[in-house]
């Protein structure tokens, strides 16, 4: 149901001047880029030395995939699985325009084909199973290519004894595959919950925004759980529960920190300060005679 | 049927006439004829009508205030049915219900999502919708079923998970994702039956099961058809095409996969009796228990788990 | 902490006429009680046939163990276990009288040697092992005594497969035995988890009042939890809390229909229902295949 | 030593004198031999008075404002410390905290109850009295630990669980059990502490453990004297008098078998040298976790399960 968010999200994206400005750091000689927080005027080169986070108000920018291996794996240590799969529009659904359009497209705008990578990777030489979903692909919708992929890393990590870290950022169950989304919340818990079974470290990082069919599945179900700050972290979002039930929204409500107060997260980390905690997690979790 | 559905009227004319013949007829044979002629008729139309419903108007049915609620169906399945109450942790949420009974020889655990017939019953139940207590006293009983070996059975029927903050705040996320791993996970048998509504999240949340059915005019989807038309098709009146797309009905979810088997209902729906409705389901519980009465624990886990896993459809 | 209401309740009982007329019941020629909560006038003999619970208003008046014994367990079932251990002032705590004293005072004045009896019996020819807590012997405090037998009838039902019920109704820990009387919740609650994990049920029937290191430990671990109507069940009491905190406390907080409506208890069942629920509740847990 | 306790006052007194002759002395040597004598006078006072503590005294060292709190002995004794938050249920408690680290090599899950130091701070950390949710959060702490084989430490610092409203309408008494009821069962080694006041329930609920100390003076009650006071005595200014018959010092406790140990605290108290404090938990750490290291699953439960089922005193 969330998903409505993601699109209330897409809607300001495309309003909001100042957020559309993270769009253009890609584009040469766009050279500065202002912060949607507190709109302080950042160079963009400054901007990706101190991972993507603004120097003043800490705001957390949203950052590809690639960006995320940059900042987070030992070089050039990641090696991509499952690369291949691909969505299909098997209810040959059709809204304000064909899924099969929407996935060209989204295909044909980013590099991916789906919005999920996964693959195995070292944070300071401990081998780890990384998944890392794309929000700028369709949202971050969890369809059957999400569902399989988080399934496939899983299953992998209970081969390799790899300890499992999955980048969540997503509006949700893609709509577009029916009732086949909402089973991949499902498939890819039941997975967990046999690498649970078999002791092998799960750790989620929430980032901005993990909510609908995402947050109310493998994204909160870590052994521990991390939020980057300030991350919109719900199962119905704030839109549909002012829309819906008519209640006003506490300011900060549904952000990391207030999940970090009402119990539902162990703790929000600065992104420069992830890889080292996560490396701390990995090694306090994994038993020192089961390292590898 | 106390209420009457839009695509029905022209029927519930018919028996309007029947009813006024009747009256006059008073014994007399005359208009005995014609009255089982209109009645015939007023058959056929039931079939037709009932045969070419559209996923919207199967929604209708799905919702209708009449359509059998949980706690009866439970008390109507089993004997000797005793209710479990709270989560041991926040609340008793009276939009998931829950307890122990016989079907048969068999014992169960019973758990349900409740919905309530009248508007001020609807409002203590929340319409159906649960908050995270709800999910969490739905695991604990799962567990405690798990624990004695007893089945499980599962009635489903809710517009969704609760949009409203303090279901946010008790983090209904994290409830949900707990149920779905740790059903995955339960040694005994998980029976499902989709009674009316399956809504999104809330739906599956009591939903990972082995075998899982769907009342004939019931529906199963990722969001609700207002929800999707609002958010796709930019026009929350579009609920309509919306639930075409979505492919819903048990027919299209037994297509893809799904669910095990339909579970015919009473002509014109589930509320023109709940006992019928009841004795249906109660005959498939145990058949399924029969069956599962074979198989280890360990088989029990897998068969859930390969069912799950093969879910969804890609190429590579 | 809670064992402040005991006495918080032990001072009412002492004012209030009303309730006092409870324990007139036993002298003969007393035939008239009055409900302490409706006020209404009951014969002796009527109410005694009615489980002691009032006919008008069905106020559940506390009971002996003897009463609970006959209105429960199948006729002459019940053979006690353990009978003889006796409760010793091993601190030589003395507070306005020496806790020797007292207890001397509670053996002679009930026919028991300390709160609580526990034996086998059966319920509809179900063999089930019992622990009965006694109120009218020093607010059924939880001293060693307490605490072993507990702890006893819960290892006869690891021995013997029989599901376990038992019976609170208690004020909290004997303070006069300090921090040893505190140790008897985790006795209780280790024993109760060596039952547990060997899946023989247990079921306990909170009675009022139920409160302190009792409701903090063996009553609130049942596998099925029932409560009769009106029982004060709580850790810390109303009273505590209004003095400490100076909280007004709402009406029909930490009765039992309020902890059914916050989660806490499984079902509030009448005492007349009792027996046929608990017959009901075994009859379930245990596997057919298991009853004896 | 920021704030003092009344029966230090000669003594502080002493000390006094001692900082005016030195600010008088200036390097003067007729001075010199005085000042060494009282030295010597206050260093005897001092041992005599703490060594002739009334229970009433030590309370009012365990009970500090400057006492070493958890999270800040987390922090001395860990390396790496990284707090772990919430109980995935209701909310995260302040008033306990957790987290992993390393104490040398060895990889631990700590759990403290936490006290404030100001006002300020102790209101927000609810004077260390937990709410149900903290129990919870200790619990999932617990069995994370037990997860992946981390020896647990628990730090016991409450005046006891809280008697408020809210407190009660979550289940205290069922957070609390609990968590008594799954300790007694958990496969890792659990070493715990008392460093300041142990109150009661809320003391017990993260100390079910393989090893049990206190500091020299910390207490271990099942009721706070005020309460007991108030309650058996029936006047609340006769604490003085409760404490001395509840035995609920770190001697006395020892004596009744519910401790393994003393440790021994600075000269005048914990708050004297947080640092000294925690290296000597430290060292009881790494000594207990190397016996844990050659012991089975089953023996550390079973350790800890005897210790307990022998407690408690009667005849038969
Ligand atoms: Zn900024
Ligand atoms: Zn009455």
Redesign the pocket.
């Known amino acids: 149901m969330s998903i409505l968010d993601w699109f209330a999200n897409k809607k300001n994206l495309d309003k909001k001047k100042s957020i559309k400005n993270i769009d253009k750091l890609n584009i040469p000689g766009n050279l500065w880029v202002k912060?949607p927080?507190?709109?302080?005027v950042l160079f963009s080169k400054d901007l990706e030395l101190s991972y993507k986070v603004?120097s003043?108000?800490?705001?957390h920018f949203r950052i590809t995939p690639e960006e995320r291996i940059d900042y987070l794996l030992d070089n050039n240590s990641f090696v991509e699985l499952d690369k291949d799969i691909k969505p299909v529009d098997f209810l040959k659904f059709e809204d304000t325009e064909p899924y099969e359009d929407r996935l060209i497209k989204a295909q044909e705008k980013s590099k991916y084909l789906d919005a999920i990578i996964i693959g195995t990777a070292k944070i300071n030489g401990i081998p780890v199973n990384i998944g890392i979903m794309n929000f700028f692909f369709m949202g971050g919708s969890m369809g059957s290519v999400v569902g399989e992929k988080i399934t496939r890393i899983i299953e992998n990590g209970i081969e390799t004894k790899n300890p499992v870290i999955i980048f969540t950022s997503s509006g949700g169950a893609r709509m577009q595959e029916g009732i086949l989304s909402l089973m991949q919340m499902a498939k890819t818990s039941a997975a967990i919950s046999k690498l649970s079974s078999l002791k092998i470290p799960y750790i989620t990082v929430l980032c901005d925004p993990t909510t609908g069919g995402t947050s109310a599945s493998f994204a909160m179900l870590g052994d521990i759980q991390i939020a980057e700050p300030g991350a919109l972290i719900s199962f119905a979002g704030p839109r549909v529960i002012e829309q819906t039930i008519k209640q006003k929204i506490p300011s900060g409500f549904q952000r990391s920190e207030f999940l970090l107060d009402h119990g539902m997260i162990d703790n929000v980390v600065h992104r420069k300060d992830l890889k080292k905690t996560l490396k701390n997690i990995i090694s306090i979790l994994q038993a020192q005679e089961e390292n590898k | 049927m106390a209420k009457s559905l839009e695509f029905e009227r022209p029927l519930l004319e018919l028996y309007d006439k029947i009813e006024q013949l009747k009256g006059l007829s008073n014994g007399n044979d005359n208009l005995a004829d014609e009255i089982t002629q209109i009645e015939k008729r007023a058959e056929k139309m039931r079939k037709e009508i009932y045969s070419n419903l559209t996923p919207n108007q199967i929604i209708q049915i799905a919702r209708h205030p009449n359509r059998p609620d949980s706690l009866s169906l439970a008390r109507l399945i089993c004997d000797n049915f005793f209710t479990l109450h709270g989560d041991r942790v926040y609340r008793d949420d009276p939009s998931i219900i829950g307890g122990i009974g016989f079907v048969k020889k068999s014992r169960v655990m019973l758990i349900g999502h409740q919905k309530g017939h009248g508007t001020k019953e609807n409002i203590y139940r929340n319409f159906g919708m649960p908050h995270p207590e709800g999910y969490r006293k739905a695991l604990r009983l799962m567990k405690l079923a798990e624990k004695f070996g007893i089945p499980i059975i599962t009635l489903i029927d809710t517009p969704g998970a609760f949009p409203g903050i303090e279901a946010e705040q008790r983090g209904q996320a994290e409830a949900i994702a707990r149920n779905l791993k740790e059903m995955s996970d339960i040694s005994v048998p998980i029976i499902s039956f989709v009674i009316g509504e399956g809504g999104s999240g809330g739906a599956l949340a009591i939903g990972v099961s082995n075998k899982m059915y769907m009342l004939e005019y019931s529906v199963y989807s990722v969001i609700s058809p207002e929800g999707c038309a609002s958010i796709l098709f930019r026009d929350a009146k579009k609920a309509d095409i919306a639930s075409l797309n979505l492919k819903i009905t048990a027919k299209d979810v037994l297509k893809l996969g799904v669910i095990d088997e339909i579970i015919k209902e009473p002509l014109g729906g589930a509320h023109n009796s709940w006992k019928k409705v009841a004795s249906t389901i109660k005959r498939q519980i145990t058949k399924d228990l029969n069956e599962f009465n074979v198989q280890s624990e360990q088989e029990i886990k897998d068969q859930r788990y390969n069912k799950f896993r093969q879910m969804g459809r890609f190429t590579s």
């Open positions: 912060c927080k507190c709109s302080e603004c003043k108000c800490s705001f």
